[in-house]
Structure formats: structure tokens, C-alpha cells
């Protein structure tokens, strides 16, 4: 039997009959999840209308009428720029440890062009960077492959470091689930320890598995490289907690910066979640927010899915570059 674990990403044979199961059961799952999330957005926003003695049509109505759309749009499109530049910036600086060197210019269509897939799903649009610069660079399939897992893997320690320090900052204007976070982040820690451990061959030093090709950027990494990470990534929550606080006041809601730092990340971590129109990130905004359910709907679904679709009109402008820098190859 050929062994295609190292075979160039973009030469994979089709998905065998077990793969495509598990796939359509995770979409079914994730379907499901959505279409709770959707009713209890139903069911907590009819129930504010009800309250106000409005039809749910007369208040959403009343809800989009009050929003200062000019200020949001341009305070949300100047966000998204912010954004594209400093995700261009890890993804250049995370390749460029574990690969090779390639300048950020030549990496922004590579981002932006992805962004138009993560439309569907962010990990996917991962998979087609790493399948782009195997066709373009000629880097490694599997060892840029890895390099997306790498980002992926320190994404959620980003978001779970971040959400510590939001909890210590502000723990007392929290929900009492928020009191979970030390425990989870003490297993995080440990968990990170033997992650390295491992992976620097101190712990199990007889297993193969380090060994496999698209392990290759763990294999790589030290723990100047997972702080080099956070400290890269950090200005896009930094900037996200600021932009996020001014853009509910234009919806009406009054929060504070600090309180923010403790929501945004898990809000973010709820946004991984690869749920249809991002459901389950709007939940978050409902619950979190209670006294608000109109605005905080209408805040979630708009925040998430204009931040999704105007960075995929950023990936259609550079779209023409990113083709005819594949055809050239």
C-alpha cells in the first residue's frame, strides 16, 4: 500500500468512504448547533420585543433604526485592514521560521485570497494557503501544512491566554461560568509543558509520531517561537477590544474597554466554532449581554459576518495577482 502521508499536498487521493462520513456527520452536527442557536435567538429576542410591547418586526425595525451606520462601517472596514496586516504578518514570520524566508508583500495575496474560502470555513482556507505556496514556492506540501497547524494550534493558546488575563482583570464583572477559566488554564499550561516536551524529544523519546511531515513545524519550535506568536498576534485582540467597545456604543450599548478583555475571547473562541452565519458567536453576544438582546442580535450577526465578507472583498482584490502568479509557475 503507497504511503501518502508525505505526498505534496494537492496530490491526495479522494477522501476514502470513512473520511466523507465523519465530514458529513461534523456538518450535520454543526447544522444542528446552528439551528439552536438560532432558535434561542428567536425565542430571547421575541421575548424582549413581547416586553416592550412590540412585534419582533417593530423592534428589530426600532433596533437598525437607532444604529450609527456610517461611523460603524468605516470604523469596521479600517478594523479589517488592521487585521489583514497583522494576520499577513504572522503567517510571514511563521513561515519564514519553520521553511523558508518570503517577503510579507508576497504573502498578502496568499492571505487575502484565503480569506474569500473562510467564507465556509477558516480551516479550509488554512489548507488552501498551504497548497498555494506548495504550487507557487515550491515549498514542502506537508511541512507548510504544518506550519497552518501550527497557527491554528497557537490560536486557541493565544485566545486562552488572553481570556486569563481578561478574567484576573476583570473577574467581578463576569457570569460565574467565566470562574472555570483558571482551572482550564492551569490544564492548559500543563498540557503546553508536555506539548514541548515531547516535541523536543525529552518526553517519549522512542515515538515516531514527531517524526511524521506535517509535525514538522512543532518540531521546529521552541518557546521563543510560541511568545514570538502571541506577541504578533496580541495587537489584533488589543485593537479587536477597543473597535469592539466603540462599535456597541453605536449600537446603543454602553460597555467598558476592560470588561471586553474578558468577554472578546471566548466571544472569539464561540466565532472557531464553524457554525453557519457564525451562530454561535451571536449566542455568545445574547448571553453575555442580557439586557440587550435586540442590539446584541443585531450587533453579533453584523460585527461577525461583515468582518467575514469584507475581508473576502479585500482576498477578491488581490485574487487577479494570487492567478497569475499560479499560472506563471
Avoid at 110 to 139: H, P, T
Wanted: with cysteine; net charge positive.
Amino acid at each position: 500500500m503507497t504511503d501518502t502521508t508525505d505526498a505534496p499536498i494537492g496530490a491526495q487521493q479522494p477522501a476514502p468512504p470513512q473520511q466523507r462520513r465523519k465530514s458529513l456527520l461534523q456538518r450535520i452536527v454543526m447544522t444542528a448547533v446552528a439551528a439552536a442557536c438560532f432558535v434561542y435567538l428567536y425565542l430571547r429576542v421575541d421575548s424582549a420585543a413581547g416586553r416592550a410591547g412590540m412585534s419582533l418586526v417593530d423592534y428589530m425595525a426600532d433596533v437598525f433604526a437607532n444604529v450609527a451606520w456610517l461611523p460603524w462601517l468605516f470604523l469596521m472596514m479600517a478594523y479589517s485592514f488592521l487585521y489583514f496586516a497583522i494576520d499577513t504578518m504572522v503567517i510571514t514570520s511563521a513561515v519564514g521560521w519553520f521553511i523558508k524566508r518570503i517577503p510579507f508583500r508576497d504573502i498578502m495575496p496568499i492571505r487575502a485570497s484565503a480569506y474569500i474560502i473562510s467564507i465556509f470555513n477558516e480551516q479550509i482556507g488554512k489548507g488552501a494557503m498551504a497548497w498555494y505556496l506548495y504550487r507557487r514556492d515550491r515549498v514542502p506540501g506537508w511541512e507548510v501544512g504544518s506550519v497552518m497547524l501550527f497557527i491554528m494550534f497557537c490560536e486557541m493558546f493565544y485566545l486562552g491566554a488572553w481570556a486569563t488575563v481578561g478574567y484576573f482583570i476583570t473577574r467581578d464583572e463576569l457570569p460565574d461560568a467565566f470562574d472555570l477559566i483558571p482551572s482550564i488554564a492551569v490544564g492548559a499550561v500543563v498540557f503546553f509543558i508536555l506539548w514541548l516536551l515531547y516535541f523536543e524529544g525529552k518526553l517519549l523519546p522512542g515515538s515516531k509520531l514527531r517524526e511524521r511531515s506535517i509535525l514538522h513545524a512543532f518540531r521546529q519550535a521552541r518557546l521563543r517561537h510560541y511568545v514570538g506568536f502571541f506577541l504578533l498576534r496580541s495587537p489584533a485582540l488589543l485593537s479587536a477590544v477597543f473597535v469592539y467597545s466603540t462599535a456597541l456604543g453605536f449600537f446603543g450599548v454602553e460597555t467598558s474597554v476592560l470588561s471586553l478583555i474578558g468577554y472578546l475571547p471566548v466571544i472569539f473562541f464561540a466565532a472557531t466554532i464553524p457554525t453557519p452565519m457564525r451562530a454561535a458567536a451571536i449566542t455568545s453576544w445574547v448571553v453575555l449581554f442580557p439586557a440587550n438582546e435586540g442590539q446584541m442580535a443585531a450587533f453579533g450577526l453584523l460585527q461577525h459576518n461583515f468582518f467575514i465578507f469584507f475581508n473576502a472583498l479585500i482576498g477578491l482584490v488581490f485574487l487577479p495577482r494570487a492567478q497569475r502568479e499560479l499560472a506563471d509557475k
